[in-house]
């Protein structure tokens, strides 16, 4: 399914963040969320996900929006935030149990893929522990099993990285790769930019709250006669008048 953002203007209050944000992401495509500390990354994806809603412009998933079926675009749509947040009161295991029966997808083969993760991040000895007993970067680890277990077609993962271990970037890494490769379309905001370069099909250049492109790598590297996308991303920000590192 493709996720559809159309001239998104808004922000927490009143004033808008984020101004006129438009790009589209289809099946089998990583798009990359590339911009400076307060860029509108992560005011972008809150309104993607309906953690804010737009004062103008549409966001949707094969045409569903939050305003024609909010039940069914939730579903739709898994999200793994920048900072871990759990259920003090529910261990690692009825965390993946409350993910699957709020999804409806409470089934075997979604429990199979849920303990499969769990074995892939070395989390097997931690599913009947609470939250209070993990350190942050395993909190993120819960977050990114309860996510990638489902079975939707669109993932929104915001800063993925902060908190996690070489291991458990590897493995989460091959496991966005396997989401693609089965036709998911995903939005990774990430200042990682070689890692961004490796696996992001196309990306979104935020700066400032307005989008300065959407565009390929190669399209990128072609408008800034640059041959890395670390390169190509700052001379850009110079041709806009900022040369701020991330």
Do not use: W
């Amino acid at each position: 399914m493709t996720l559809s953002v159309e001239q998104i203007t808004g922000g927490y209050t009143k004033v808008p963040v984020i101004k006129e944000i438009s790009f589209t992401v289809k099946p089998g495509e990583i798009c990359g969320l590339i911009g400076l500390n307060g860029a509108g990354k992560s005011t972008t994806i809150k309104h993607i996900v309906g953690l804010l809603h737009a004062f103008e412009g549409r966001i949707a998933i094969n045409h569903i929006s939050l305003a024609t079926n909010q039940e069914e675009y939730r579903r739709s749509l898994a999200f793994i935030p920048d900072s871990p947040i759990l259920y003090e009161e529910l261990t690692f295991r009825e965390h993946i149990e409350l993910t699957a029966k709020a999804y409806g997808q409470d089934t075997e083969e979604t429990y199979q893929r849920a303990y499969h993760l769990v074995e892939q991040f070395h989390l097997t000895s931690k599913l009947d522990f609470y939250p209070a007993y993990f350190s942050k970067g395993m909190k993120q680890k819960v977050l990114i099993v309860c996510a990638l277990m489902l079975d939707v077609p669109v993932y929104i993962i915001d800063e993925p990285f902060l908190g996690l271990d070489p291991l458990g970037i590897r493995t989460l890494l091959s496991c966005i790769r396997e989401k693609k490769e089965c036709g998911a379309s995903i939005v990774m905001s990430t200042h990682v930019l070689d890692t961004a370069e490796r696996f992001c099909d196309k990306f979104v250049i935020l700066h400032e709250g307005k989008m300065l492109l959407s565009t390929t790598l190669e399209e990128l590297l072609s408008k800034t006669g640059e041959d890395r996308l670390e390169e190509a991303y700052f001379t850009l920000l110079e041709n806009n008048g900022d040369g701020d590192e991330c």
